[in-house]
């Protein structure tokens, strides 16, 4: 928050009033009484009062774990931490998403594995009330939430254009559960990084567990992708040609994962539900790496995924970060995956940052097949990418697409579609693979496209998510942490069960031996297959099926703890 120089605070004022007698004699009395109390007032001393004042001006105390911060128009709060936010009076933005006053509270993450998250001051609406009349309506507004003396404080400089918010300390499962490993116990902690330049600490908004960051170092977006973003409201809100169909891409490293949060919380401001397709299978938004994936969101995202975890609608497990080994199966999953999605709802697409080489001829691929409406390219100024137009998409061929030309807009040509899925695709995508509007968009943030400037590395982010999804365990009381090995476990007999390992070629007497103890995939097989003897059905190829969730393995019997209810399992 902006600093003000000591003698810009405003000192206490007192006003000498005279007895009964009136008398100068009182008069001076009075007047040096009341110069040693403000001489006085200036010592510290012990606060009797329940709403206790930061030394940093515009935070205060309300009670343990709660305090009051006043904002002013374009004024940042960037932090590392976690609260729960609630805006009182006036508006503010975080991450794309407006919190207007009267609105639910918003619970915000911003661990040291990202870029802080910053809380901006909007400017406010002119309004035909007076001074007095804005003033009484903040004060009924602070009534509900704040005692009569931290009412007088926040007021005491209050401006119309300030917005007031009310931040409390967030206990949160995933979170405990994640802190409680010793190697992650400080990613919300006060301990930053040499290089990080912070700003002067806030004792009061540190107890709550908010910690000051310079500014600069805060999520930024630029001018030209907010303006981005706004197009896609608008192509939203006015469905011209039906729900659009947004695909996000670019190489590593240049925040697309940060513009889809951007945009998902854009867009929720005005729209009650988002689909959400996930093709990134090492940086997964929603559900544990490895997956592809369609969610429909309808809350959000103020986090990083290990503290978004959410349910799928239609799920694949496909087992690797990478599909570079198998891109056929990549692309047969997404097929899979995308006709559950009926079109009623926008659709965002995240795809992978592998764009060269065979990674370019996947994303193509993956074009022709969802035929996008818009295509979102973002890149560095130092990119080598090709940008893609619709004419370079006609005129493209994929890995396993064929180039089209004019005179084929009208036959989507899919060479591995057949006669059936033609069909099916027309009728679910009346655009031709080329027909979309390209918005590119350069990231001019420090360090975009370097992987070597990562504030944390992409395993580690891998393993929060796991630790985030296996965190809905934990269901009980949040300060108290339950171990794996001490939930009751689901016990399945092995005939009734099917395994493959499919990261690698294993011998069939030693795939016990790999699954003893992994984290596995809870898919189910369409196909009805019955053991022949009590082991498990030993599978020839991986199968493209719905993942229901996630186990571990033991030699002896299956121990499972999918966050799932047990009918969906069919046993």
């Not at 128009?73 to 609630?86: H, I, N, Q, R, S």
């Not at 009330?129 to 007088?152: H, I, N, P, W």
């Not at 690698?504 to 022949?532: E, F, K, R, T």
Request: proline share 7%.
């Amino acid at each position: 928050m902006k600093q003000r120089p000591a003698t810009a605070r405003p000192g206490p004022v007192y006003k000498i009033r005279p007895g009964k007698s009136g008398s100068v004699k009182n008069r001076h009395a009075l007047s040096e009484r009341c110069k040693l109390a403000a001489a006085s007032s200036e010592a510290p001393r012990p606060s009797t009062s329940a709403c206790q004042e930061s030394p940093e001006p515009g935070a205060l105390l309300v009670e343990e774990g709660v305090c009051v911060t006043v904002l002013q128009p374009g004024e940042k709060l960037a932090f590392v931490g976690k609260c729960v936010l609630t805006c009182l009076y006036g508006s503010v933005r975080v991450l794309g998403l407006t919190i207007k006053s009267s609105e639910v509270p918003y619970e915000l993450f911003s661990p040291k594995t990202h870029a802080p998250l910053a809380i901006e001051g909007v400017k406010q609406k002119k309004k035909c009330k007076t001074r007095k009349e804005v003033r009484a309506e903040a004060r009924v507004r602070l009534r509900a939430y704040l005692s009569v003396d931290c009412r007088r404080k926040v007021l005491k400089n209050f401006k119309p254009s300030c917005s007031i918010l009310l931040l409390e300390r967030l206990e949160d499962t995933a979170v405990n559960y994640i802190l409680s490993h010793p190697e992650y116990a400080r990613i919300f902690g006060t301990k930053l990084k040499k290089n990080t330049d912070s700003a002067p600490s806030d004792p009061v908004l540190h107890s709550i567990g908010v910690h000051l960051c310079d500014p600069e170092t805060a999520v930024t977006i630029s001018a030209d992708a907010a303006s981005a973003a706004q197009q896609l409201v608008s192509a939203c809100l006015e469905e011209d040609n039906g729900c659009p169909v947004i695909l996000v891409c670019g190489p590593k490293d240049v925040g697309k994962s940060t513009y889809n949060r951007y945009l998902i919380n854009q867009l929720l401001q005005h729209i009650p539900c988002i689909e959400y397709l996930d093709c990134d299978l090492g940086q997964t938004e929603f559900t544990p790496p490895g997956c592809i994936s369609l969610i429909s969101i309808t809350k959000p995202v103020l986090g990083p995924p290990f503290t978004q975890q959410r349910d799928p609608h239609k799920m694949v497990y496909f087992g690797e970060t990478s599909c570079e080994q198998d891109m056929e199966r990549f692309i047969e999953s997404v097929k899979y995956i995308i006709t559950s999605y009926k079109r009623d709802q926008p659709l965002i697409i995240n795809t992978m940052g592998w764009v060269r080489g065979f990674g370019l001829l996947l994303l193509i691929d993956l074009i022709h097949l969802l035929s996008p409406s818009h295509i979102v390219q973002m890149s560095t100024r130092d990119s080598v990418m090709e940008p893609l137009t619709p004419q370079y998409i006609k005129n493209t061929a994929g890995f396993m697409t064929k180039a089209q030309s004019q005179a084929q807009r009208k036959s989507r040509s899919l060479e591995f579609l057949d006669e059936e899925e033609l069909d099916y695709s027309e009728q679910l995508y009346p655009r031709a693979p080329g027909d979309h509007h390209l918005i590119q968009i350069e990231s001019n943030f420090t360090g975009a496209g370097d992987t070597d400037n990562m504030l944390c590395h992409n395993w580690i982010l891998r393993d929060l998510a796991m630790l985030g999804y296996i965190s809905k365990l934990q269901q009980f009381d949040p300060d108290q942490i339950i171990p794996l090995n001490g939930l009751l476990p689901y016990e399945v007999p092995f005939n009734k069960v099917a395994l493959r390992v499919m990261h690698a070629d294993v011998a069939p007497s030693h795939i016990m031996y790999s699954a003893n103890a992994s984290w596995v995939g809870l898919c189910h097989i369409l196909d009805d297959i019955h053991s022949q003897s009590n082991g498990p059905v030993l599978l020839t190829q991986v199968p493209i099926c719905d993942c229901l969730g996630f186990g571990k393995i033991y030699m002896d019997f299956v121990l499972s703890h999918p966050p799932l209810p047990f009918c969906s399992f069919g046993f």
